[in-house]
Nanobody, 119 residues
Framework: QVQLVESGGGLVQPGGSLRLSCAAS????????MAWYRQVPGKQRELVAT???????NYADSVKGRFAISRDNAKRTVYLQMDSLKPEDTAVYYC?????????????WGQGTQVTVSS
């Protein structure tokens, strides 16, 4: 059973920074892509940033230049550095990971961590 556990969320003032972490545990060899999503109540979950197994990254236009995704495969952890935070970044942030085993694709989700940007 693979588990993803996020941490690092909290309350921060506009213009501030937070670093989210997502640690994976359980029996698996390695993840393919990993990503961060976010969701506001009443809205669909939104893709924030992705990173491939070789470190290629992609970002939503709304966070380009402010957020940075990275991963440490040895620690089985993916990070999201969030700078210059805005009130509209307020959301529950979810970690996602994909694993392909025997040509079967598996998706895993964390439980989410709340990020609130407010003065």
């Amino acid at each position: 059973q693979v588990q993803l556990v996020e941490s690092g969320g909290g309350l921060v003032q506009p213009g501030g920074s937070l670093r989210l972490s997502c640690a994976a545990s359980g029996r698996f060899f390695s993840f393919n892509a990993m990503a961060w999503y976010r969701q506001v109540p009443g809205k669909q979950r939104e893709l924030v940033a992705t990173i491939t197994s070789v470190g290629m990254t992609n970002y939503a236009d709304s966070v380009k230049g402010r957020f940075a995704i990275s991963r440490d495969n040895a620690k089985r952890t993916v990070y999201l550095q969030m700078d210059s935070l805005k009130p509209e970044d307020t959301a529950v942030y979810y970690c996602w990971a994909n694993q392909i085993t025997n040509l079967i694709s598996y998706d895993y989700w964390g439980q989410g961590t709340q990020v609130t940007v407010s003065s």
